[in-house]
């Protein structure tokens, strides 16, 4: 009952909200500052769009109570959704559990480690169906928004109060990840090797922004960090380069890279720029490879190609997953049947 409840309030808050596309949201000008009115209200906003990859693989979500020191966040849990249909806008979903060590940024309270697991579990299953979140899923997101580095994200304005609460609603289950779009080097970046801004979003870096990008043909730069996860990493076809960001999916650990010289990359096109103007610090974000020694990707993700043993549906077959299978071994599902009694 209380899970009904809880559901039924979950939908009233929705319900009210303001219905924008993320195309919308993401509007900047000429600095490349947010400029949508909700960033000036306490009105939440409601999108759409489809789930481009797992917290788990972009940031430790790991519980860390802390008081202090400042800056520090302890576990952080984010996600991107992008746009289908007409939307062509993506947006990044973030929250942090000790808000109050970012007194600059407006931070009030801290999660204890206990609710912060609370909070994971809310964020990452339906509360109607009990349903885990995946890649290729496609969503409701409702909540308040702040601008940073470049981008209007969905958050709780770095706020516990649980009227800041921003909620994720099941719209279609596995209704499949959007093609990534194909962009060559010439498309984000200048005859300088200058990032491409354009405030109307009609090129450039801000027309990609917060989206699924595929760059074919490309190398590791020479000034790359060493691969390993959350490598700052470079990649260049030959003349210009555009920063890549490694996950920390388990495919991403010392060792794993056994990509060919040249090679295809298929990531979420970022930004995180926190000077004025904010027309820099594009990247690709890639949060896992799956080891298929051409592509850098997670075609696990990007497919929905999950092995029979995958119970979790994690993208792979471990002791988590014989864990599930012992925990409801011989469990009947239907206890209307005449075999449950």
């Given at each position: 009952?209380?899970?009904?409840?809880?559901?039924?309030?979950?939908?009233?808050?929705?319900?009210?909200?303001?219905?924008e596309t993320n195309w919308n949201l993401q509007?900047?000008?000429?600095?490349?500052?947010?400029?949508?009115?909700?960033?000036?209200?306490?009105?939440?906003?409601?999108?759409?769009?489809?789930?481009?990859?797992?917290?788990?693989?972009?940031?430790?979500?790991?519980?860390?109570?802390?008081?202090?020191?400042?800056?520090?966040?302890?576990?952080?849990?984010?996600?991107?959704?992008?746009?289908?249909?007409?939307?062509?806008g993506g947006t990044a979903i973030w929250m942090g559990q000790n808000y109050a060590n970012?007194?600059?940024?407006?931070?009030?309270?801290?999660?204890?480690?206990?609710?912060?697991?609370?909070?994971?579990?809310?964020?990452?299953?339906?509360?109607?169906?009990?349903?885990?979140?995946?890649?290729?899923?496609?969503?409701?997101?409702?909540?308040?928004?702040?601008?940073?580095?470049?981008?209007?994200?969905?958050?709780?304005?770095?706020?516990?109060?649980?009227?800041?609460?921003?909620?994720?609603?099941?719209?279609?289950?596995?209704?499949?990840?959007?093609?990534?779009?194909?962009?060559?080097?010439?498309?984000?970046?200048?005859?300088?090797?200058?990032?491409?801004?354009?405030?109307?979003?009609?090129?450039?870096?801000?027309?990609?922004?917060?989206?699924?990008?595929?760059?074919?043909?490309?190398?590791?730069?020479?000034?790359?960090?060493?691969?390993?996860?959350?490598?700052?990493?470079?990649?260049?076809?030959?003349?210009?380069?555009?920063?890549?960001?490694?996950?920390?999916?388990?495919?991403?650990?010392?060792?794993?890279?056994?990509?060919?010289?040249?090679?295809?990359?298929?990531?979420?096109?970022?930004?995180?720029?926190?000077?004025?103007?904010?027309?820099?610090?594009?990247?690709?974000?890639?949060?896992?490879?799956?080891?298929?020694?051409?592509?850098?990707?997670?075609?696990?993700?990007?497919?929905?190609?999950?092995?029979?043993?995958?119970?979790?549906?994690?993208?792979?077959?471990?002791?988590?997953?014989?864990?599930?299978?012992?925990?409801?071994?011989?469990?009947?599902?239907?206890?209307?049947?005449?075999?449950?009694?």
């Open positions: 009952m209380k899970k009904m409840i809880l559901s039924i309030m979950v939908f009233c808050v929705c319900s009210l909200a303001v219905a509007a900047v000008n000429e600095n490349g500052s947010g400029i949508h009115s909700s960033l000036q209200g306490t009105d939440k906003i409601s999108v759409e769009g489809i789930i481009l990859n797992r917290s788990e693989y972009m940031l430790d979500g790991t519980p860390s109570y802390s008081e202090g020191p400042v800056g520090y966040v302890g576990g952080q849990w984010q996600i991107y959704i992008q746009g289908d249909g007409n939307d062509h970012l007194p600059w940024a407006g931070g009030v309270g801290r999660y204890t480690n206990e609710q912060w697991l609370d909070e994971l579990d809310r964020l990452n299953y339906d509360q109607r169906t009990g349903r885990r979140f995946l890649p290729g899923d496609k969503v409701r997101i409702t909540g308040l928004t702040k601008f940073y580095g470049g981008k209007t994200n969905i958050n709780e304005r770095h706020n516990i109060d649980p009227n800041n609460d921003l909620t994720i609603e099941l719209v279609e289950p596995g209704a499949g990840l959007p093609e990534p779009e194909i962009i060559t080097l010439d498309m984000v970046k200048d005859d300088n090797d200058n990032f491409i801004f354009d405030p109307t979003r009609q090129s450039g870096c801000e027309y990609y922004q917060a989206r699924l990008v595929r760059l074919n043909n490309v190398s590791f730069d020479v000034n790359s960090d060493p691969w390993a996860p959350n490598a700052k990493m470079k990649i260049t076809d030959g003349v210009k380069t555009f920063p890549l960001l490694l996950g920390i999916g388990p495919g991403i650990t010392a060792g794993s890279n056994n990509l060919p010289s040249q090679f295809d990359v298929i990531g979420i096109l970022d930004q995180e720029d926190g000077s004025s103007p904010h027309t820099d610090g594009y990247r690709i974000w890639v949060t896992n490879y799956d080891g298929n020694g051409q592509i850098l990707a997670d075609g696990c993700d990007l497919y929905g190609v999950f092995a029979l043993g995958d119970i979790n549906k994690d993208c792979k077959v471990d002791f988590d997953d014989f864990a599930a299978l012992a925990a409801d071994w011989l469990k009947c599902s239907n206890p209307l049947l005449a075999e449950c009694q």
